[in-house]
Nanobody, 123 residues
Framework: QVQLVESGGGLVQAGGSLRLSCAAS????????MGWFRQAPGKEREFVSA????????YYADPVKGRFTISRDNAKNTVYLQMNSLKPEDTAVYFC????????????????WGQGTQVTVSS
């Protein structure tokens, strides 16, 4: 089992920045591919970004490319999502997720999920 706890969400004006963190405990974090997903009210959960176990491979969803940066620190069992140039359409609950396998962009393939952190971007 692995436990994931997100933090860093909040209210920010359009154009601003936030840095989300996801702290992992339990099963070896360094063996897990990690992903960030988000879910806006009335919408399905969608992929945002993913990073491989050592950080050598990274994916981004098209809407966040060039604005968001995913990273991980295996020594601290933490994955980060730096979000710059935020837009109102980025408003959602952001979740981190882990899977013990290859990195994917598909929600159901991730086995472990955090509780989410709210990000609200005002116009």
């Amino acid at each position: 089992q692995v436990q994931l706890v997100e933090s860093g969400g909040g209210l920010v004006q359009a154009g601003g920045s936030l840095r989300l963190s996801c702290a992992a405990s339990g099963r070896a974090f360094s063996n897990a591919a990690m992903g960030w997903f988000r879910q806006a009210p009335g919408k399905e959960r969608e992929f945002v970004s993913a990073i491989s176990t050592r950080g050598s491979s990274i994916y981004y969803a098209d809407p966040v490319k060039g604005r968001f940066t995913i990273s991980r620190d295996n020594a601290k069992n933490t994955v980060y999502l730096q979000m710059n140039s935020l837009k109102p359409e980025d408003t959602a609950v952001y979740f981190c997720a882990a899977r013990y396998g290859s990195m994917t962009m598909t929600t159901p393939t991730y086995n472990y999920w955090g509780q989410g952190t709210q990000v609200t971007v005002s116009s």
